[in-house]
């Protein structure tokens, strides 16, 4: 055992470089901020994880963001416990309709300002369990109960995906983007 | 004596239903089956229904048999089997919210999946009924001075699948968990209806994300044997190896996380760092991190060449040592110790009674693994031996857990010291029929029970996951422990949420 805390000591780190933040992100996001929060985030952001309905992929790659080889928390990134202590809440979905009220009261304990990923294809509206009865909006997408300010797709998102996503949140939170025109949203 | 057999012996099988036999039984002959289920002589493996029909699916111990049992409905009722068989209890709940049909002597009447908030009643019903209002959902009653109630969920502090839990406490003691679960049903059942092999292979891949490649596997098998091909060999071997990739990233994530919970954080860190290798060897070997929709009907979808296995190779031959040091942390650190060891203690009977699968059957001293038991090909070929353990606490299902890590390393380095070689794929064709399929993902054996029609196109599909015979299993395991040794207890069980909700 002692080897294993004396590697742990001495060891040069395993976290890799951090991918650049993810341009089509920050286009979707620099309409979404307002001048007025960029301010109030500085490079922190706290992270309400909800799971909506996911088969539990996304989750994965979720915990493995927050693993030594990427670490979130260097980026001033953090998950929390309580959406009355997050900045963002990151939805898998597909959102359920069993689940759907349970996203909607997490949304509304996020104090303003807020902002929502949507992340993986089904909490996109766009993932192999759409349509169903089931599914919110039949299609589960996550703006079908609550508005979306950023998309990651992928089935699921590998982890740099969501930390290209996550990044490009941090720098829009952190007046870095000008907002731009135009852009149509990324869904679908 | 041959309960199965000797019960079933006089009937001829339905000429459709591969590879295990499938009997159309009377209703006498249902009710003797109930009592060989509640005398502890056959197990429950599913249970699930049709419009007309309910299935249950039977597993003879020892010497191993699997038979399904299916009592016609015509007026829509059936005895239950959880009258004797307490197991069956949710598969009743949930085939009276999904199909209709009524399960008389069903000691639980409440709803399951159901919340009250789809569109639909019945969805699975030949004619589903209007909506139901979202009524109460009324928990059983807990009696008693000073007994205080704590709700949790369904969306938990931590990254998981959401799920309800209430806590009856005594002080710090647990004396009832009572679960509520169905949360994230996505109506996949429903989804798969009318599908083609390809999507409904897709939609069943994620019907619990964390083992897509067993419930690949399971599928592929049900519309193999529906449809009367085998695989090649070099396809068995392949999707036995990207099967043993998926048990070392997610046993090496638990053991990591059940270490977390009891707030030792160097070895959540280290095994946080051998995952991620595991997963980016699979994803150099199939081009996805979790090697999902690369097990198909019929084969696989991927032919690595030689330097790919050559470097798997050695992936493997590194990840052994870096996981015994994590093994000696754990097995060298008191404080760790004193957290695991007898907390969470489930009951050997209790584990046999519910045919408990995976690591929570296994810790408790159910022999049982299908790799070995049910769907050998391709293990027999090369040696597997199952773990197992006996004391049934948070401990045992982390040596589970262990052994099962030491074995598939072994198992990985076997399957690339001898893949066959040709085809990885073999064409299937569309034809009617009936296919069960097992493959032991790495909470338990994931079954797929699969109706085709002529053109090929999914009639029925059933995925079962494991959880859905481990979950009651955590109300008592936690029962006595403290409330803070609640995150420890489950997910040192780990059942899926998602498998179970479907």
């Known amino acids: ?188 | 004596m041959d309960p199965l057999l000797s019960r079933l012996a006089g009937l001829s099988p339905e000429p459709d239903h591969r590879p295990w036999p499938r009997y159309r039984v009377d209703v006498g002959l249902w009710l003797r089956l109930r009592e060989d289920l509640a005398a502890g002589r056959l197990d429950l493996l599913a249970e699930f229904a049709e419009p007309e029909e309910v299935h249950a699916v039977l597993f003879r111990p020892s010497p191993p048999g699997l038979a399904v049992a299916s009592l016609p409905c015509p007026d829509g009722r059936f005895p239950a089997l959880a009258a004797l068989h307490l197991p069956a209890v949710r598969f009743e709940r949930a085939i009276r919210d999904l199909v209709g049909l009524e399960p008389e002597g069903l000691p639980d009447r409440r709803p399951w999946l159901d919340h009250g908030r789809w569109p639909l009643t019945r969805p699975l019903a030949s004619a589903p009924g209007p909506a139901a209002d979202a009524a109460d959902y009324p928990f059983l009653p807990v009696e008693g001075e000073g007994l205080h109630q704590i709700p949790v969920g369904p969306i938990h502090a931590g990254i998981i699948e959401p799920g309800h839990f209430r806590f009856t406490a005594a002080g710090e003691t647990v004396v009832r968990l009572e679960e509520r679960l169905g949360w994230v049903h996505k109506g996949i059942e429903a989804r798969l209806r009318g599908t083609g092999i390809d999507d409904a292979a897709r939609i069943v891949a994620r019907v619990s994300g964390d083992s897509t490649v067993a419930w690949s596997w399971a599928f592929a098998r049900a519309v193999e044997a529906a449809c009367g091909v085998e695989p090649p060999p070099r396809a068995e071997w392949l999707r036995a190896l990207l099967l043993e990739l998926e048990r070392l990233a997610n046993h090496i994530g638990d053991i990591g996380a059940i270490c977390n919970d009891a707030a030792f954080r160097l070895i959540h860190a280290h095994c946080g760092i051998l995952r991620e290798r595991v997963r980016r060897a699979t994803a150099e070997l199939t081009g996805h991190r979790f090697a999902m929709d690369r097990v198909v009907p019929g084969g696989v979808r991927i032919d690595p060449d030689a330097a790919a296995l050559a470097r798997l190779r050695r992936l493997a031959d590194e990840l052994g040592p870096a996981f015994e040091e994590i093994v000696a942390a754990y097995d060298d650190t008191p404080s760790l110790l004193d957290r695991t060891a007898g907390t969470g203690r489930l009951d050997p009977a209790l584990a046999r009674r519910f045919a408990a699968g995976g690591h929570v059957g296994r810790a408790s001293g159910r022999a049982f693994d299908s790799r070995a038991q049910l769907a050998p090909s391709p293990y027999d070929a090369l040696g597997f031996s199952p773990a197992l353990r006996e004391a049934g606490d948070v401990d045992a299902r982390v040596w589970v857990r262990i052994d099962e890590v030491r074995e598939s390393l072994r198992l990985i380095a076997a399957i690339l010291d001898g893949l066959p070689g040709g085809p990885v794929r073999v064409e299937v064709p569309r034809r009617a029929g009936c296919g069960l399929g097992i493959a032991e993902s790495f909470r338990g054996e994931v079954l797929v029970w699969l109706r085709l029609d002529a053109e090929g196109r999914v009639v029925r599909c059933h995925p079962r996951d494991p959880s859905w015979l481990q979950w009651p299993l955590l109300e008592a395991a936690i029962e006595g422990n403290i409330v803070a040794d609640f995150p420890l207890c489950n997910k040192s069980f780990n059942c899926s949420y998602s498998g179970h909700d479907l």
């Open chain 1, 1 to 188: 055992m002692l080897r294993l805390y004396l590697r742990s000591l001495f060891a040069p780190p395993v976290s890799e470089p951090p991918p650049e933040p993810d341009p089509r992100a920050l286009d979707e996001l620099a309409r979404a901020l307002a001048q007025r929060a960029r301010h109030r985030l500085g490079r922190s952001l706290a992270i309400r994880q909800v799971d909506a309905g996911s088969c539990n992929g996304c989750e994965l790659e979720i915990h493995a963001l927050d693993s030594a080889v990427y670490a979130l928390e260097r980026h001033g990134i953090r998950f929390v416990a309580s959406p009355k202590h997050a900045d963002v809440l990151l939805v898998t979905g597909p959102v359920t309709r069993n689940m759907a009220f349970a996203l909607q009261r997490a949304f509304d304990c996020t104090p303003p300002p807020r902002w929502v990923v949507a992340a993986g294809d089904c909490a996109c509206g766009c993932g192999v369990f759409a349509p169903s009865y089931a599914l919110a909006g039949e299609d589960g997408a996550v703006e079908r109960v609550i508005p979306v300010d950023l998309h990651i797709r992928g089935c699921p998102p590998t982890p740099l995906d969501l930390l290209r996503g996550l990044l490009a949140l941090l720098e829009a939170a952190d007046g870095r983007i000008a907002p731009a025109a135009g852009v149509p949203p990324r869904t679908g």
